[in-house]
């Protein structure tokens, strides 16, 4: 494992360093390079702020088994899947950030938030889980802060610091931070689901598309995330999870495989019930949509990335070597991967079909088309971004407790 996590660090090293390019390129030239515009107004960057929300509310909710639910065969991966959750949440962010034309008036959101809008609702759903999220990973981490607080290094100096002055571990101390870490993963339940669910509902209420327009979307938003989140989560303890190589390692991989294997039939199920209702009912601006992703220039993203490396593969290998930690994991890191091809099948289908018949011919000029894929700078910067977030998830890693359990009263470093 040590050497997929050099390669890691490998990875999001060239693409932080190759995507610089796509950042220099939206900040000094705004969005004259990117391919979508007035038709079609979403693309790429929204398309991975929707995937890695999901994903940081199906990692918290996996933690939650821990913290809320006491589920003690995860009990040494929840700060991971915590950790997780925060670092997916930061490179959703920083993608929609990139993707508003005036990314400093974000704040605006929240100084004169519309009380009626989906929108005004979600920028607060972020604000309190991204604060539940820090609060909740600092109470989960802050007795291996005290232990590491002795360590005569950069990582020791740290944890001193974040300890901000509370380094007593006695039991009673130690029952209390467990008691909130409770209150908090409950609480955390329905803030996650509301925060998902709400991006959705911003899909869902667009009695404009068609295509978004059904209550089902918040419900297939959920569940997307939690597939996404545990996929992820899975890979991510496979690499990085405490006592990798043990018995116990392998058990609670292959724990998390079968729970993800559950979440792929039910995406599955809603996913068929979706397009096969649509396409039966043809109704000409739903159907359309629906027909541009299965049999439209990309249908190879849906059918391809999609169903054949994102299910079939998967749900092969979790059927046929589910008791085997590394194919399990490398069956949740193919529905991670390919997961944002079911967010972009979402997006782009959606604004691809014309509101009005003949619109497509009626104006001509740059933005004034309904055909659509990235440009080299959406890839770049994309790649950028999450190339940081990996880099995030790296350092933090490596000086942070995030998987190393120490006994705070011995001192005495232990993995």
Same mark, same amino acid.
């Given at each position: 494992?040590?050497?997929?996590?050099?390669?890691?660090?490998?990875?999001?090293?060239?693409?932080?360093?190759?995507?610089?390019?796509?950042?220099? /390129?939206?900040?000094?030239?705004?969005?004259? /390079?990117?391919?979508?515009?007035?038709?079609?107004?979403?693309?790429?960057?929204?398309?991975?702020?929707?995937? &890695?929300?999901?994903?940081?509310?199906?990692? &918290?909710?996996?933690? %939650?088994?821990?913290?809320?639910?006491?589920?003690?065969?995860?009990?040494?991966?929840?700060?991971?899947?915590?950790?997780?959750?925060?670092?997916?949440?930061?490179?959703?962010?920083? @993608?929609?950030?990139? /993707?508003?034309?005036?990314?400093?008036?974000?704040?605006?959101?929240?100084?004169?938030?519309?009380?009626?809008?989906?929108?005004?609702?979600?920028?607060?759903?972020?604000?309190?889980?991204?604060?539940?999220?820090?609060?909740?990973?600092?109470?989960?981490?802050?007795?291996?802060?005290?232990?590491?607080?002795?360590?005569?290094?950069?990582?020791?100096?740290?944890?001193?610091?974040?300890?901000?002055?509370?380094?007593?571990?006695?039991?009673?101390?130690?029952?209390?931070?467990?008691?909130?870490?409770?209150?908090? +993963?409950?609480?955390?339940?329905?803030?996650?689901?509301?925060?998902?669910?709400?991006? +959705?509902?911003? &899909?869902?209420?667009?009695? !404009?598309?068609?295509?978004?327009?059904?209550?089902?979307?918040?419900?297939?938003?959920?569940?997307?995330?939690?597939?996404?989140? +545990?996929?992820?989560?899975? &890979?991510?303890?496979?690499?990085?999870?405490?006592?990798? +190589?043990?018995?116990?390692?392998?058990?609670?991989?292959?724990?998390?495989?079968?729970?993800?294997?559950?979440?792929?039939?039910?995406?599955?199920?809603?996913?068929?019930?979706?397009?096969?209702?649509?396409?039966?009912?043809?109704?000409? !601006?739903? #159907?359309?949509?629906?027909?541009? !992703?299965?049999?439209?220039?990309?249908?190879?993203?849906?059918?391809?990335?999609?169903?054949?490396?994102?299910?079939?593969?998967?749900?092969?290998?979790?059927?046929?070597?589910?008791? @085997?930690? %590394?194919?399990?994991?490398?069956?949740?890191?193919?529905?991670?991967?390919?997961?944002?091809?079911?967010?972009?099948?979402?997006?782009?289908?959606?604004?691809?079909?014309?509101?009005?018949?003949?619109?497509?011919? #009626?104006?001509?000029?740059?933005?004034?088309?309904?055909?659509?894929?990235?440009?080299?700078?959406?890839?770049?910067?994309?790649?950028?971004?999450?190339?940081?977030?990996?880099?995030?998830?790296?350092?933090?890693?490596?000086?942070?407790?995030?998987?190393?359990?120490? %006994?705070?009263?011995?001192?005495? #470093?232990?993995?």
């Amino acid at each position: 494992m040590k050497n997929l996590q050099k390669l890691l660090w490998l990875v999001a090293i060239i693409g932080f360093v190759g995507g610089a390019y796509g950042l220099y /390129d939206r900040l000094a030239h705004g969005h004259l /390079d990117v391919s979508y515009g007035s038709y079609i107004p979403w693309g790429l960057w929204v398309g991975a702020y929707i995937y &890695f929300i999901g994903v940081s509310a199906g990692a &918290f909710l996996i933690s %939650t088994l821990v913290y809320a639910f006491g589920v003690k065969r995860l009990e040494k991966i929840g700060k991971l899947s915590l950790f997780t959750a925060v670092v997916a949440l930061g490179v959703a962010m920083l @993608s929609i950030w990139f /993707d508003l034309g005036h990314p400093e008036r974000a704040l605006e959101l929240i100084l004169r938030t519309n009380i009626h809008s989906v929108m005004g609702w979600m920028i607060w759903f972020y604000s309190v889980y991204w604060l539940m999220l820090l609060v909740e990973l600092w109470f989960a981490l802050r007795p291996d802060f005290v232990a590491w607080s002795a360590r005569k290094d950069v990582a020791g100096s740290l944890a001193h610091f974040l300890t901000f002055g509370r380094r007593d571990v006695s039991a009673k101390v130690l029952a209390s931070d467990g008691r909130v870490l409770r209150v908090l +993963g409950a609480l955390g339940i329905p803030l996650a689901i509301a925060l998902h669910g709400s991006v +959705g509902a911003l &899909f869902g209420v667009v009695g !404009a598309r068609p295509y978004w327009n059904t209550g089902l979307t918040p419900i297939m938003f959920l569940v997307g995330a939690l597939l996404s989140g +545990g996929a992820l989560t899975t &890979f991510v303890v496979l690499i990085f999870g405490p006592d990798a +190589g043990s018995q116990e390692h392998a058990e609670t991989v292959v724990f998390l495989g079968q729970i993800v294997l559950g979440l792929l039939a039910l995406d599955v199920i809603l996913e068929w019930a979706e397009y096969s209702i649509g396409l039966y009912a043809a109704i000409p !601006a739903d #159907a359309e949509s629906m027909r541009l !992703a299965l049999f439209g220039p990309y249908a190879w993203v849906f059918w391809g990335i999609h169903v054949g490396l994102g299910v079939v593969i998967p749900a092969v290998i979790l059927v046929v070597r589910r008791h @085997s930690p %590394t194919w399990v994991g490398i069956a949740g890191l193919l529905i991670a991967a390919t997961f944002i091809a079911v967010r972009l099948n979402i997006v782009i289908p959606g604004l691809a079909v014309p509101e009005l018949q003949g619109l497509e011919a #009626a104006f001509s000029g740059p933005g004034l088309t309904f055909s659509y894929f990235p440009t080299l700078t959406e890839w770049l910067l994309e790649v950028w971004v999450v190339s940081t977030g990996l880099l995030a998830f790296l350092i933090g890693y490596r000086l942070l407790p995030i998987v190393t359990r120490e %006994t705070a009263g011995a001192g005495v #470093a232990g993995e």
